[in-house]
């Protein structure tokens, strides 16, 4: 894989002193927000050395074959890790994200290495991963860093143990700390419960660990499935899932919280699907059960179930955009406030099955979205047409 070009890219910003700073203009409410800023996928399947900007609305534009779902994938790995689940869950095919032509080594160890830098109020904070996939999955090293200061670093020094060895910067009376940590889970999201926080070196390397935690953890993957979109569902939880399978009950819930958002979804399904729509709307069948149908304005419903695919899709990514982590089953950082966070929405194919019209339509409201700091989208595309003339899109191009 090779980038080839860049468009558009806006350059990360930062300086605010910590993440419970007072109150700031809505400006810097944004930059004070963790962010992911750069994707690195130093040896991850099909990629070698690739460092990818991300704005805050990032394409990954080129043809099949090229990594986009791969960078989406390593992307999401590192949420997952950064929420605390184990790497057995995060990499269920570790082999298969190993490179192809790689070697083992003596011990026949192979495995990939994954990273991303998070912007700030700490300024940029890199970390980057290496994780061994065979013999055994493990996660064999790891290193936390800002300002050229290595604040975290693991390595594995007895195989036969299932742990690694973890120095944090201290700069007290002892610059560093030694200690085991677990070789399944990230050192990074686990260092809040190891570190004390009592000398500056200390609260340095909580700060920067919470920033990298909460940049990361505040993702949804999403990938409509408009074959599983068309049937009614059982009221639910009302959070939409990945495949936005339970779309029905999401709409039950939506429409009725927030008049105004829902007339800005009403107004872009209606940019988007074919024929007049006046409202979408939840209907409670007989059996409890609640379908999704758009109101036609003259009498007529039309059941999501009669939508084509490219429609199905077009409704599902327009509600995403226009809902947020209360609504999308994504897992927040619960102990720092919503306004301190940003929700970063991962789309594979996000201009799959639909026409031009729609990808215009979509991108704009992305394009708007993302503006406001309601959002961040990383989406995977392979045509960038529709994004001509539209400010504020980072086009990142992939070569095979």
Same mark, same amino acid.
Request: hydrophobic share 45%; with cysteine; aromatic share 2%.
């Given at each position: ?248 009950? #999401? ?17 872009? #399904? ?122 504020? #899109? ?7």
């Amino acid at each position: 894989m090779a980038v080839s070009s860049v468009s558009g890219a806006a350059s990360p910003v930062s300086g605010v002193a910590s993440l419970s700073s007072s109150v700031l203009s809505v400006g810097e409410a944004h930059a004070a927000r963790p962010r992911v800023t750069e994707l690195r996928l130093s040896a991850f399947a099909g990629h070698r050395r690739a460092a990818l900007p991300l704005g805050a609305f990032t394409l990954f534009a080129g043809p099949s074959g090229c990594g986009k779902t791969t960078a989406l994938r390593a992307y999401e790995a590192l949420a997952r890790l950064g929420a605390g689940a184990g790497v057995g869950e995060v990499f269920p095919d570790p082999v298969a994200c190993v490179p192809e032509r790689a070697r083992p080594d003596a011990q026949r160890r192979r495995g990939f290495r994954i990273g991303c830098t998070a912007d700030g109020p700490e300024g940029p904070v890199r970390l980057d991963v290496a994780v061994q996939a065979e013999p055994g999955l493990r996660i064999v090293g790891e290193r936390l860093s800002a300002g050229g200061v290595v604040l975290l670093e693991t390595a594995l020094r007895d195989p036969s143990r299932p742990c690694v060895q973890a120095a944090w910067h201290t700069a007290g009376q002892s610059p560093v700390t030694r200690a085991p940590l677990p070789d399944d889970r990230l050192g990074t999201a686990l260092l809040p419960l190891r570190v004390a926080g009592k000398t500056d070196g200390q609260r340095r390397v909580l700060a920067a660990a919470e920033q990298m935690v909460v940049a990361l953890r505040s993702v949804f993957a999403c990938d409509p499935r408009p074959e599983r979109m068309r049937g009614a569902v059982s009221i639910g939880s009302g959070r939409l899932l990945r495949g936005c399978d339970n779309l029905a009950d #999401v709409l039950w819930r939506t429409r009725a919280e927030c008049g105004r958002r829902h007339a800005q979804f009403v107004a872009s #399904v209606g940019a988007g699907c074919a024929g007049a729509v006046a409202d979408v709307v939840a209907e409670v069948l007989g059996d409890g059960t609640v379908r999704g149908v758009l109101d036609r304005g003259d009498g007529v419903r039309t059941e999501l179930g009669r939508l084509g695919d490219g429609e199905l899709r077009y409704l599902a990514l327009s509600l995403v955009l226009l809902t947020g982590p209360g609504v999308l089953e994504v897992d927040p950082v619960g102990e720092v406030p919503a306004a301190m966070q940003t929700l970063t929405v991962l789309a594979d194919g996000l201009d799959r099955g639909l026409d031009s019209g729609q990808r215009g339509e979509l991108v704009r409201l992305a394009a708007r979205m993302c503006e406001r700091g309601h959002i961040r989208l990383v989406g995977a595309v392979s045509d960038v047409t529709a994004v001509a003339g539209v400010d504020g #899109v980072t086009v990142v191009h992939l070569e095979p």
